[in-house]
Nanobody
Framework: QVQLQESGPNLVKPSQTLSLTCTVS??????????WNWIRQTPGKGLQWMGC???????AYSPSLKSRTSISRDTSKNQFTLQLNSVTPEDTGVYYCVRDPGGLGPNYDYWGQGTQVTVSS
């Protein structure tokens, strides 16, 4: 059984960088054909895909967030990490790490429980 668990700060100040880590158990993040995603739910925009990192280490980002987003991984720890720069209160929301088993279109089969992030001074 694959499990994903988000970790990181719950409160971030405006203009700072948000960093969240997803720890995966029950499966390797380097296994073909899985892609590992960050998705958030905010009051203003609802559910929003942010970006992903694939089994090969390739990355893809939402065009609207690409300039502020970076996703990386630590294969020795079976973790992948989201960094979101220059946060504003509009980035407040619940952040999820999610697995996509590949194929055409988004197809999410395992979700983390989500972590609440609040951007406030």
């Amino acid at each position: 059984q694959v499990q994903l668990q988000e970790s990181g700060p719950n409160l971030v100040k405006p203009s700072q960088t948000l960093s969240l880590t997803c720890t995966v158990s029950g499966g390797s993040i380097t296994t073909n054909p899985y892609w590992w995603n960050w998705i958030r739910q905010t009051p203003g925009k609802g559910l929003q895909w942010m970006g992903c990192i694939g089994y090969s280490g390739a990355t893809a980002y939402s065009p609207s967030l690409k300039s502020r987003t970076s996703i990386s991984r630590d294969t020795s720890k079976n973790q992948f990490t989201l960094q979101l720069n220059s946060v504003t209160p509009e980035d407040t929301g619940v952040y999820y790490c999610v697995r996509d088993p590949g194929g055409l279109g988004p197809n999410y089969d395992y979700w983390g429980q989500g972590t609440q992030v609040t951007v406030s001074s």
